[in-house]
């Protein structure tokens, strides 16, 4: 289950990310890989993004999904096409990219 302040939105760019199927599970929207593995999003009235990287006093993350891909350049362009940008602080070099969702959740696109 996945916190945000717009449920639709995150599961739609999750979907378009990961070529995912959008589906509704257990009366929520979700998004499904064909291995079975399941996204679930909920929308907060009192929704605050989590700061990354982690600071004191602050909205700590509350989840971080890596997820390995051919080509991470690629995909971070796409990713920032359908909504993500670029975390500023990046500790991966060569093997891995983070980036923030469109709720504000850092997560990991890393090489293969």
């Known amino acids: 289950m996945v916190d945000c302040d717009d449920e ?23 998004v499904r890989s064909s291995s079975g593995i399941v996204f679930l999003f909920i929308e907060e009235d ?17 989840m971080h999904f890596d997820f390995q891909v051919d080509n991470v350049a690629d ?24 980036m923030i969702d469109p709720a504000g959740h850092p997560f990991c696109l890393c090489k293969k």
């Open 8 to 30: 639709k939105k995150l599961q739609k760019f999750y979907a378009d990310l990961l070529g995912w199927e959008v589906c509704r599970l257990f009366d929520r929207p979700a």
């Open 46 to 62: 009192d929704y605050v993004p989590p700061v990354w990287p982690e600071q004191n006093g602050k909205q700590q993350k509350q």
């Open 75 to 98: 995909t971070v362009k796409r990713a920032e096409a359908l909504g993500a940008v670029k975390a500023k602080a990046q500790f991966g070099g060569e093997h891995f990219v983070t």
